[in-house]
């Protein structure tokens, strides 16, 4: 590896010093500048310093300098860590001798050793002998690559030069060339670097003496160099490809330059503005691959603008990100901007949590308090501008201390740690309701359990909060939807377009796909299921098509009423996490069957512009007229207002994000819009009703089939009557079963947010579901149906062990389109009356206006309204 040496006499231009800064290590001549890099919370550099007799070095090893470099016939002290020790050994005449010397007792007694000495003696360091076929300076480097430092890796050989000749210290690129072959570092003065050559030839090009000095090589017939990229946490965002002039390129601009092998160099993320910072440039231990450690800008690493080409982040990183960007997002008044705004909260909150962690017992707690705990342990670092880089790094000082506090607690804590005691019972989770902000998903390793309440020990307070759904911001959300709306009202397919390259990463080509759609390419598995959905469904909703009735009030007064299909119908099909063709035929099934003259479906596009293919599938068989390539809110709003090619339409149904629904409440109030919907929409949940009779496996697959939906997926389950080795089986199956799931990071998120309330019967289980209102309501015990009478308020009721969420979901024919958070109390499923209107008739005879005329009369009379009077009375002039 290349090593700088920085001497204060040195003029280093302010471009050159960022780029050393880049490099593993730098070797100072004063111990004071090596402090003060140290101390820059930017460099990633490990700082040497040659130390003298009168130092104390033990406190400069403290304050930051990474390795103290010793003359060979220094005296180490004992306290000093080994492996941030260096010998430096100057050979004055028999370079030879001094390599053995080095060979016999400096490797065995500091981390690394440095050996000064001539061009000429360097000639004479790497000639192989006849002997052994080996040089002087390869024996010793194989000889300190035996010798381990733990995790510090094998003890290094250093080679630096004395005389400087030509401005460069004596190197030429094929000498640093020469003894990175040998296994050794190259130290070179950095004022003989450029970050650009010169043709007088006084600085080496840092790029040139960067890959000579690392013994860089490559194994491609290219020539280019493997590349890894990774985050300040070592996370790795992506592999690229380095070439020598995009090295120079990336350490001139400070940031990750690399070489397509398409296009060539590669500023990456230039245009969209996702660049990265290089943080620092090293190579890996068989010399052959770079790594790039990079500060990600902008929305990630991958073109598809997740952090990186593996996946969006996830821990500790994930939650500096996330804790970031709500620093610079969190709407004014809410709980997000009051942690930033209010130190008194915080500080209340990181005591809380401390305590609460301080407490735990069980490990599933330990980690969710811990998690807790680095949440508004974030904040407070992202509130001061401190980076989880800028933690990291305190934790490497730290870690580099060689003497220590003592580690004692101060008084008054350990006066509050033996109020607390040590009990040995395990302690439960915190009691927050569903609506609390400090619910963490379960990590990985974690058990993915609800938490748990008993109806017993509950406050009427918290048995309220229990009913209740997460609070929706609906002020800011119709803040985010309505200049979607707007704009898609005033630009049609064009604000389409932008919306689906915003937010899916289409490029569409044509907003609308009309009848008669292509054949899509389906396995004779999946198309014999949507065909038996298919019947199954438009058997039950045909049964639901009533007559028309005809009653005759009175002696000669005829009413009727009958209904007729709506015309236009917008059937709204999700897409993003899951493909939903069950959507598609729980929607179309039933507007077909009234006789909708007109379906138009909306759901987001795939990748290459086209629809999925069981969706297109489905839209043939419900008789579907045309298929909006757009999702969210841009597609609610293109069905509700029409554009140049999406046909407007009467009534817009189906599920969807708080987006979606949010634009369906912005058009159904905008008369001018002209249209209804079906319901207002949460998300999706279930109520599942257990007792001593139920099989556990079941249970948990009907909590876990609701859960795996969304982050926000809402899942109760009652225990009614149930012993706690009963519970710990359902508990046992949910993190079992989630565990093998392939969304099992959606159900990580979900089963945490999601509780069991504990209670005395089934009676009093139901009860509490008439209150809750569930979408989904699963009765899993033994003479379930008993109990269907009683049920007052849900969405759909799935009866006994046997009829689980999932049939009902796609093909047993009852509809899955259904009231969410708590509107079952005044709401129905989509069925067939969804897609029709009743229209009303009456006719009288003679007789009949003379039997109820008076009647009319004398109301009209009563609410003065002479017209209304009138309009009988001319008629009984004429009888």
Same mark, same amino acid.
């Given at each position: 590896?290349?090593?700088?040496?920085?001497?204060?006499?040195?003029?280093?231009?302010?471009?050159?010093?960022?780029?050393?800064?880049?490099?593993?290590?730098?070797?100072?001549?004063?111990?004071?500048?090596?402090?003060?890099?140290?101390?820059?919370?930017?460099?990633?550099?490990?700082?040497?310093?040659?130390?003298?007799?009168?130092?104390?070095?033990?406190?400069?090893?403290?304050?930051?300098?990474?390795?103290?470099?010793?003359?060979?016939?220094?005296?180490?002290?004992?306290?000093?860590?080994?492996?941030?020790?260096?010998?430096?050994?100057?050979?004055?005449?028999?370079?030879?001798?001094?390599?053995?010397?080095?060979?016999?007792?400096?490797?065995?007694?500091?981390?690394?050793?440095?050996?000064?000495?001539?061009?000429?003696?360097?000639?004479?360091?790497?000639?192989?002998?006849?002997?052994?076929?080996?040089?002087?300076?390869?024996?010793?480097?194989?000889?300190?690559?035996?010798?381990?430092?733990?995790?510090?890796?094998?003890?290094?050989?250093?080679?630096?030069?004395?005389?400087?000749?030509?401005?460069?210290?004596?190197?030429?690129?094929?000498?640093?060339?020469?003894?990175?072959?040998? #296994?050794? @570092? +190259?130290?070179?003065?950095? *004022? &003989? $670097?450029?970050?650009?050559?010169?043709?007088? !030839? %006084?600085?080496?090009?840092?790029?040139?003496?960067?890959?000579?000095?690392?013994?860089?090589?490559?194994?491609?017939?290219?020539?280019?160099?493997?590349?890894?990229?990774?985050?300040?946490?070592?996370?790795?965002?992506?592999?690229?490809?380095?070439?020598?002039?995009?090295?120079?390129?990336?350490?001139?601009?400070?940031?990750?330059?690399?070489?397509?092998?398409?296009?060539?160099?590669?500023?990456?993320?230039?245009?969209?503005?996702?660049?990265?910072?290089?943080? #620092?440039? @090293? +190579?890996?231990?068989?010399? *052959? &691959? $770079?790594?790039?450690?990079?500060?990600?800008? !902008? %929305?990630?690493?991958?073109?598809?603008?997740?952090?990186?080409?593996?996946?969006?982040?996830?821990?500790?990183?994930?939650?500096?990100?996330?804790?970031?960007?709500?620093?610079?997002?969190?709407?004014?008044?809410?709980?997000?901007?009051?942690?930033?705004?209010?130190?008194?909260?915080?500080?209340?909150?990181?005591?809380?949590?401390?305590?609460?962690?301080?407490?735990?017992?069980?490990?599933?707690?330990?980690?969710?308090?811990?998690?807790?705990?680095?949440?508004?342990?974030?904040?407070?670092?992202?509130?001061?501008?401190?980076?989880?880089?800028?933690?990291?790094?305190?934790?490497?000082?730290?870690?580099?201390?060689?003497?220590?506090?003592?580690?004692?607690?101060?008084?008054?804590?350990?006066?509050?740690?033996?109020?607390?005691?040590?009990?040995?019972?395990?302690?439960?989770?915190?009691?927050?309701?569903?609506?609390?902000?400090?619910?963490?998903?379960?990590?990985?390793?974690?058990?993915?359990?609800?938490?748990?309440?008993?109806?017993?020990?509950?406050?009427?307070?918290?048995?309220?909060?229990?009913?209740?759904?997460?609070?929706?911001?609906?002020?800011?959300?119709?803040?985010?939807?309505?200049?979607?709306?707007?704009?898609?009202?005033?630009?049609?397919?064009?604000?389409?377009?932008?919306?689906?390259?915003?937010?899916?990463?289409?490029?569409?080509?044509?907003?609308?796909?009309?009848?008669?759609?292509?054949?899509?390419?389906?396995?004779?598995?999946?198309?014999?299921?949507?065909?038996?959905?298919?019947?199954?469904?438009?058997?039950?909703?045909?049964?639901?098509?009533?007559?028309?009735?005809?009653?005759?009030?009175?002696?000669?007064?005829?009413?009727?009423?009958?209904?007729?299909?709506?015309?236009?119908?917008?059937?709204?099909?999700?897409?993003?996490?899951?493909?939903?063709?069950?959507?598609?035929?729980?929607?179309?099934?039933?507007?077909?069957?009234?006789?909708?003259?007109?379906?138009?479906?909306?759901?987001?596009?795939?990748?290459?512009?086209?629809?999925?293919?069981?969706?297109?599938?489905?839209?043939?068989?419900?008789?579907?007229?045309?298929?909006?390539?757009?999702?969210?809110?841009?597609?609610?709003?293109?069905?509700?207002?029409?554009?140049?090619?999406?046909?407007?339409?009467?009534?817009?149904?189906?599920?969807?994000?708080?987006?979606?629904?949010?634009?369906?409440?912005?058009?159904?109030?905008?008369?001018?819009?002209?249209?209804?919907?079906?319901?207002?929409?949460?998300?999706?949940?279930?109520?599942?009703?257990?007792?001593?009779?139920?099989?556990?496996?079941?249970?948990?697959?009907?909590?876990?089939?609701?859960?795996?939906?969304?982050?926000?997926?809402?899942?109760?389950?009652?225990?009614?009557?149930?012993?706690?080795?009963?519970?710990?089986?359902?508990?046992?199956?949910?993190?079992?079963?989630?565990?093998?799931?392939?969304?099992?990071?959606?159900?990580?998120?979900?089963?945490?947010?999601?509780?069991?309330?504990?209670?005395?019967?089934?009676?009093?289980?139901?009860?509490?579901?008439?209150?809750?209102?569930?979408?989904?309501?699963?009765?899993?015990?033994?003479?379930?149906?008993?109990?269907?009478?009683?049920?007052?308020?849900?969405?759909?009721?799935?009866?006994?062990?046997?009829?689980?969420?999932?049939?009902?979901?796609?093909?047993?024919?009852?509809?899955?389109?259904?009231?969410?958070?708590?509107?079952?109390?005044?709401?129905?499923?989509?069925?067939?009356?969804?897609?029709?209107?009743?229209?009303?008739?009456?006719?009288?005879?003679?007789?009949?206006?003379?039997?109820?005329?008076?009647?009319?009369?004398?109301?009209?009379?009563?609410?003065?309204?002479?017209?209304?009077?009138?309009?009988?009375?001319?008629?009984?002039?004429?009888?």
């Amino acid at each position: 590896m290349l090593v700088p040496k920085i001497s204060p006499s040195a003029a280093i231009a302010p471009e050159l010093s960022r780029a050393l800064g880049l490099l593993p290590s730098a070797l100072f001549t004063s111990a004071a500048d090596a402090l003060a890099a140290a101390a820059d919370t930017m460099a990633e550099t490990s700082a040497w310093a040659d130390v003298s007799a009168g130092d104390n070095v033990v406190d400069l090893l403290n304050g930051g300098l990474s390795v103290a470099v010793f003359a060979a016939d220094s005296q180490i002290p004992a306290d000093c860590d080994k492996a941030r020790t260096a010998i430096r050994y100057t050979a004055t005449d028999d370079v030879i001798a001094v390599i053995d010397r080095a060979v016999a007792s400096g490797i065995t007694c500091a981390g690394a050793v440095i050996l000064e000495m001539t061009s000429e003696q360097l000639s004479e360091a790497t000639q192989k002998d006849a002997a052994s076929g080996s040089s002087a300076l390869s024996r010793l480097t194989k000889a300190a690559d035996k010798i381990l430092l733990g995790t510090n890796g094998p003890v290094r050989v250093l080679v630096e030069l004395q005389v400087s000749i030509g401005g460069v210290g004596g190197w030429t690129v094929d000498l640093m060339s020469q003894v990175a072959r040998s #296994g050794a @570092d +190259v130290v070179i003065p950095a *004022d &003989a $670097l450029a970050l650009s050559g010169d043709d007088s !030839g %006084a600085h080496i090009p840092f790029a040139e003496a960067f890959v000579a000095g690392s013994g860089l090589t490559s194994d491609r017939a290219d020539g280019l160099f493997t590349t890894v990229v990774v985050d300040e946490q070592r996370v790795c965002l992506g592999v690229v490809y380095s070439s020598v002039e995009s090295i120079a390129a990336a350490l001139a601009a400070g940031e990750g330059v690399y070489w397509s092998r398409r296009r060539g160099l590669w500023h990456k993320g230039l245009t969209s503005g996702a660049t990265q910072t290089l943080v #620092g440039i @090293d +190579v890996d231990c068989d010399s *052959d &691959a $770079l790594c790039f450690r990079v500060q990600q800008n !902008g %929305a990630g690493f991958c073109h598809h603008s997740t952090r990186s080409c593996f996946g969006p982040a996830s821990g500790l990183g994930q939650l500096a990100q996330v804790v970031t960007e709500r620093k610079r997002s969190a709407p004014e008044g809410s709980y997000t901007a009051r942690l930033f705004s209010d130190a008194q909260l915080l500080r209340a909150k990181l005591l809380e949590e401390a305590t609460e962690l301080a407490e735990a017992t069980r490990p599933a707690d330990v980690a969710f308090e811990a998690a807790d705990l680095l949440y508004f342990a974030m904040v407070k670092c992202a509130a001061h501008g401190v980076t989880l880089a800028d933690v990291e790094r305190s934790l490497d000082l730290k870690h580099r201390k060689v003497v220590r506090r003592p580690g004692n607690a101060k008084p008054e804590f350990e006066k509050k740690a033996a109020a607390l005691g040590s009990s040995s019972e395990a302690a439960p989770l915190p009691r927050t309701s569903i609506l609390s902000a400090d619910i963490r998903a379960a990590e990985p390793g974690e058990q993915i359990r609800m938490r748990l309440y008993d109806a017993a020990d509950l406050t009427g307070e918290e048995h309220n909060a229990l009913l209740q759904r997460p609070i929706i911001d609906s002020e800011e959300l119709m803040g985010r939807v309505r200049p979607i709306v707007s704009a898609v009202r005033a630009n049609g397919d064009v604000a389409i377009r932008e919306f689906t390259r915003k937010f899916d990463r289409v490029d569409l080509d044509d907003v609308v796909l009309r009848a008669p759609f292509p054949e899509p390419q389906l396995s004779p598995r999946v198309r014999e299921a949507i065909d038996q959905a298919y019947s199954n469904i438009h058997k039950f909703h045909a049964a639901q098509l009533g007559g028309d009735i005809s009653v005759e009030t009175m002696p000669g007064v005829t009413c009727a009423r009958f209904s007729r299909a709506i015309e236009r119908v917008g059937l709204y099909v999700p897409g993003g996490t899951a493909v939903l063709p069950s959507s598609a035929l729980m929607l179309g099934v039933p507007a077909q069957v009234a006789g909708c003259s007109e379906i138009v479906l909306a759901t987001p596009p795939r990748a290459d512009g086209s629809i999925v293919p069981e969706v297109l599938y489905v839209a043939h068989k419900v008789g579907a007229t045309a298929i909006v390539k757009a999702g969210g809110a841009q597609a609610i709003a293109a069905m509700a207002y029409g554009t140049e090619t999406v046909p407007k339409v009467d009534k817009i149904c189906g599920p969807g994000n708080q987006y979606v629904t949010a634009a369906k409440m912005l058009a159904q109030n905008d008369t001018a819009a002209m249209v209804s919907i079906d319901m207002p929409a949460g998300p999706s949940e279930v109520l599942v009703i257990a007792d001593s009779t139920s099989n556990p496996a079941y249970v948990a697959s009907d909590l876990l089939s609701q859960a795996e939906h969304g982050p926000d997926s809402q899942v109760v389950l009652l225990a009614a009557g149930i012993t706690d080795a009963e519970l710990a089986a359902i508990e046992e199956q949910v993190h079992e079963q989630a565990s093998r799931l392939p969304r099992v990071a959606i159900v990580r998120q979900s089963i945490p947010k999601s509780y069991c309330l504990r209670v005395a019967s089934v009676a009093e289980a139901i009860k509490f579901s008439n209150a809750y209102a569930p979408e989904h309501l699963i009765l899993h015990n033994d003479r379930a149906n008993t109990y269907v009478k009683d049920v007052i308020n849900a969405g759909s009721v799935f009866v006994g062990p046997y009829s689980p969420e999932s049939c009902g979901d796609y093909a047993s024919g009852t509809n899955h389109t259904l009231p969410t958070y708590g509107f079952s109390r005044m709401y129905s499923g989509v069925n067939t009356a969804t897609f029709v209107k009743h229209i009303t008739s009456q006719e009288l005879t003679r007789e009949g206006l003379a039997n109820i005329g008076q009647t009319v009369m004398a109301l009209a009379e009563v609410e003065e309204l002479e017209a209304h009077r009138n309009a009988v009375a001319i008629r009984l002039r004429d009888l």
